[in-house]
């Protein structure tokens, strides 16, 4: 059972450059979660993506944006890179419904975390 | 609003010894609570959870939390530390609402001496 699958593992960027970050989630989960870790940061929630609408936003900058495909994968993209933008991108998957009907409570849902795509902005 | 303080961002223990981490959360409606674990150079694994059943929780490679209300705490303890509890351990706090958006601290850096 693949569990949730980054790409790339690392990448090195400059500043102003656009970045693309991809994520396929669990088998049998449909909800993708981005998060930004920083080094020696614990992780930050960036947004959270649930049938295809971004669902959550964290406290990011509009140049964080991304996407869902009905596959239930995801895509992160960040414009005009900055030097904070450096850190370990972390997407995070999990079951939101079953059956059509809405998991209750959904805070409980546990995250399967990613490895993460290591982005250095030079 | 909720937030997460994880006291100590480094603790070194003997092999053998008893593994403590401390975690106090904040938050304005009933949490859930979970520690999660990250060893070098990979993503996060889930040690435990805290969803308002048993206020003890016990989770994998023998560790267990205790959910405390009135000291809003969730600390996380090993009775015996093995060399492989070396990583670094995250304590993350949700809210019982729409969606599972995670809180987490800045994570405490455990080290096992032999």
């Known amino acids: 059972d693949a569990g949730v699958t980054q790409s790339p593992t690392h990448l090195i960027k400059t500043r102003g450059q656009q970045v693309t970050l991809r994520c396929s989630p669990k088998s049998g989960h449909d909800t993708v979660s981005w998060y930004q870790q920083a080094l020696g940061q614990g992780p930050q929630f960036i947004f959270q993506y649930y049938e295809e609408e971004e669902r959550q936003r964290g406290n990011f900058p509009d140049r964080f944006s991304g996407h869902q495909f009905p596959n239930y994968s995801s895509e992160l993209n960040v414009n005009a890179l900055l030097l904070g933008d450096s850190a370990l991108y972390l997407c995070?998957?999990?079951?939101?419904?079953?059956?059509?009907?809405?998991?209750?409570?959904?805070?409980?849902?546990?995250?399967?975390f990613g490895a993460g795509s290591r982005l250095t902005v030079l | 609003a909720q937030s997460v303080t994880q006291l100590g961002s480094h603790v070194s223990v003997s092999e053998g010894a008893l593994v403590l981490l401390r975690c106090n959360y904040s938050?304005?409606?009933?949490?859930?609570l979970f520690w999660y674990v990250q060893y070098p150079n990979q993503g996060l694994q889930l040690l435990l959870k805290y969803t308002s059943a048993a206020t003890l929780v016990k989770g994998i490679n023998g560790f267990e939390a205790e959910f405390k209300k009135s000291e809003t705490s969730f600390h996380l303890t090993k009775p015996s530390a093995h060399m492989s509890d070396a990583a670094e351990y995250f304590c993350?706090?949700?809210?019982?609402?729409?969606?599972?958006?995670?809180?987490f601290g800045a994570g405490t850096i455990l080290r096992v001496k032999s």
């Open positions: 993350a706090v949700s809210a019982k609402t729409y969606g599972n958006k995670l809180v």
């Open positions: 995070a998957s999990s079951l939101m419904s079953s059956g059509g009907q809405r998991i209750i409570p959904v805070g409980a849902n546990v995250l399967t």
């Open positions: 938050s304005s409606v009933p949490p859930y």
